[in-house]
T-cell receptor, first 117, second 115 residues
């Protein structure tokens, strides 16, 4: 089974509107972390936001927020007030604790977001 | 405060040649990772170092691949006898143990094309 699933290969959003990018995960760990990264065409993976499995509040970073629903094992990224510069690939990733002393990340397949002017 | 730096950014090589990529992590980050990303996919873990010790290698890392981090600072990833299937972007990343979420920060990647 896929550990990280991003079901939306591509998404369009109108500039200045909000958009939600879906991410579901699969783990039997109790302690884990969830991350979102942005990858523009230049290739760099830019860290956006982090949510720990024990965090009771949803993480927020500026225009980014993470809608964390632990029971449903989902960690959707919400981008408010979309800007043209938000057009990029977005990856959801998970860091499990069990047998992962090195803190490695497992990534989903990504969602391409395109912001329309 | 510089980020993770990788070079070269792009490399085109003929099949059978050796290539080497260099990564300079964020200063004082004690963990360094290599990932590989093929077109349309998310990055896949290859190997990681804690200081100068290589502590884990993925099964994706065939014996043609070797990574080093001799002084616990920069790292090199060498691919010997390159094959067309090695064409991908090689991403380096670093992190500092004990920080929030042990967040991993990535570089801009090194694109490899094997012809």
């Amino acid at each position: 089974a896929q550990k990280i699933t991003q079901t939306q290969p591509g998404m369009f959003v109108q500039e200045k509107e909000a958009v939600t990018l879906d991410c579901t995960y699969d783990t039997s760990d109790q302690s884990y972390g969830l991350f979102w990264y942005k990858q523009p065409s230049s290739g760099e993976m830019i860290f956006l936001i982090y949510q720990g499995s024990y965090d009771e509040q949803n993480a927020t970073e500026g225009r980014y927020s993470l809608n964390f629903q632990k029971a449903r094992k989902s960690a959707n990224l919400v981008i408010s007030a979309s800007q043209l510069g938000d057009s990029a690939m977005y990856f959801c990733a998970m860091r499990e604790t069990y047998n992962n002393a090195g803190n490695m990340l497992t990534f989903g397949g990504g969602t391409r977001l395109m912001v329309k002017p | 405060d510089t980020g993770v730096s990788q070079n070269p950014r792009h490399k085109i090589t003929k099949r059978g040649q050796n290539v080497t990529f260099r990564c300079d992590p964020i200063s004082e980050h004690n963990r360094l990772y290599w990932y590989r990303q093929t077109l349309g996919q998310g990055p896949e873990f290859l190997t990681y170092f804690q200081n100068e010790a290589q502590l884990e290698k993925s099964r994706l890392l065939s014996d043609r691949f070797s990574a080093e981090r001799p002084k616990g600072s920069f790292s090199t990833l060498e691919i010997q006898r390159t094959e067309q299937g090695d064409s991908a972007m090689y991403l380096c990343a670093s992190s500092l143990m004990g920080t929030l979420g042990n967040t991993i920060y990535f570089g801009e990647g090194s694109w490899l094309t094997v012809v």
